[in-house]
């Protein structure tokens, strides 16, 4: 009978095929410069669905072959008798809240820096229960520096395990984007696609009539990696503290920096700027005009003619989703009708169903005097780029201009500015850079307008 340990290597064998025919497929339609066609799109997507299923089963069946690792016991030879005192070494786990893993090995790598002492021995003296942790650091004796080089942030991008995972997962829960990735279509940077711009037509013919001639458009386009960064500043005193607060700390500080440049620049009206950064999804899109007066019925009409927006540009609602701010979702909570029963029922404080459609919350959308800004958008009809990776750097030696917009360019002519040393003032400078892009196929894809939806 095969063992846990031997099923997964099997799995992953399969996992490994499935894969390579996969890549396969999409190559052929990007040497080829089309899109998929009908049957590739199906096998393709059939692949990934089985990759998917591979991947569960593979987790699932490593949990249990890892459990059989840590409980096994040490086989004693019967001409040896077991040693007085010998003991059986099983690791010592402990649950974290997504995010909380990353930012261990962060404070970690930082403690190792200013005391001299090695990364492991701090690790099993700060987090005695985190084998995984452990694990990490039992690797390889890293030192602290950037991510440029052979040190320990370049390391943990490559190597950080599941806590490096575990810290893009929370990043992404965070952000509306990573809330709406897998409804966007996605696509690899730096790989060329042709997108429609106009259609064909024919035409009804009468017997001996000539028929006639026709002719469409296509602009071809591409996602260039664009990079969105952060910097986080905390005194040594926050980092050396033994307990769980610094952590937290170092990892929601990174989040909410990402986060929120990802989130107002992918909402906004915003042009793209070149290599630099994408344009808002509502860039050179009008405004759709509303006409409800706030009441139930009223908010009624404004979904309508949102709807309707997107199918009179020849487009459809199916695949759509709405983007709007939190207020907004809790104001449609709340709403009630003439029998006092939820008007939107499928409505929660932080999103649900509207209209049948999916309905996702920001506190990114803007609210200005016009109203609250809501999106219907179509998530095939926009491109996404995105490795899913995050780049970090820590150094206490560095020296920052202590600016949330900083002028100086490496590239063209630097400025003098104040800088504040690191070092000197008894800190540790964190940077995270992650790489996105994202791009509309087409304008009739996304509709939005400034609302009034609140009832009181």
């Not at 089309?34 to 987790?59: P, Y």
């Not at 700060?126 to 320990?152: G, I, N």
């Not at 013919?205 to 006639?212: F, M, R, T």
């Not at 440049?261 to 950064?277: E, H």
Request: proline share 4%; charged share 20%.
């Amino acid at each position: 009978m095969k063992t846990f340990q031997e099923q997964v290597a099997d799995l992953k064998a399969t996992r490994e095929t499935k894969n390579e025919q996969l890549r396969k497929i999409a190559q052929k339609s990007v040497d080829e410069g089309r899109s998929m066609d009908t049957a590739e799109a199906e096998q393709f997507d059939t692949l990934v669905s089985e990759i998917k299923r591979l991947d569960d089963d593979i987790a699932r069946l490593s949990r249990l072959s890892d459990e059989d690792k840590n409980t096994a016991k040490p086989v004693v030879q019967e001409s040896q008798p077991a040693q007085r005192g010998s003991s059986v070494n099983v690791k010592s786990t402990e649950t974290l809240e997504p995010g909380i893993g990353f930012a261990r090995i962060a404070r970690v790598k930082a403690l190792a820096k200013m005391s001299g002492q090695s990364p492991l021995e701090i690790a099993m003296n700060a987090y005695p229960k985190d084998s995984v942790l452990h694990e990490h650091f039992a690797k390889a004796a890293v030192p602290a520096a950037s991510t440029s080089a052979a040190t320990w942030a370049g390391n943990l991008i490559l190597d950080g395990g599941a806590y490096f995972a575990d810290f893009v997962e929370y990043l992404r829960k965070r952000t509306v984007l990573g809330q709406i990735a897998d409804r966007l279509r996605p696509l690899p940077f730096d790989t060329q696609v042709l997108v429609q711009g106009s259609a064909g037509s024919a035409k009804w013919v009468g017997e001996g009539a000539a028929k006639p001639l026709t002719q469409w458009t296509y602009t071809r386009t591409k996602l260039e990696p664009l990079k969105v960064a952060a910097i986080a500043a905390a005194t040594k005193e926050t980092l050396m503290r033994a307990s769980v607060s610094a952590d937290a700390l170092i990892r929601d500080e990174l989040v909410r920096s990402v986060g929120a440049a990802i989130d107002t620049k992918f909402v906004s009206t915003d042009a793209a700027s070149s290599g630099v950064s994408p344009a808002g999804i509502r860039n050179g899109i009008s405004e759709t005009p509303t006409t409800g007066d706030g009441s139930v019925e009223g908010i009624k009409c404004d979904i309508g003619d949102m709807m309707k927006a997107i199918v009179s540009a020849n487009n459809t609602v199916a695949g759509a989703f709405w983007l709007m701010p939190e207020t907004t979702a809790i104001d449609l909570s709340l709403a009630i009708n003439a029998f006092g029963a939820p008007a939107f029922p499928g409505m929660t404080p932080t999103g649900g169903t509207l209209a049948g459609l999916p309905a996702f919350a920001s506190q990114y959308l803007p609210v200005q005097s016009a109203g609250a800004t809501v999106i219907l958008a179509r998530g095939d009809d926009i491109f996404l780029g995105d490795e899913g990776g995050v780049q970090v750097s820590m150094s206490d030696q560095a020296s920052l201009v202590m600016d949330d917009s900083p002028s100086m360019n490496s590239v063209t002519s630097p400025t003098a500015a104040q800088m504040v040393s690191m070092f000197q003032t008894n800190s540790v400078a964190f940077l995270v850079e992650r790489f996105v892009n994202w791009q509309r196929r087409q304008a009739g894809s996304v509709v939005w307008s400034n609302v009034d939806w609140n009832g009181c």
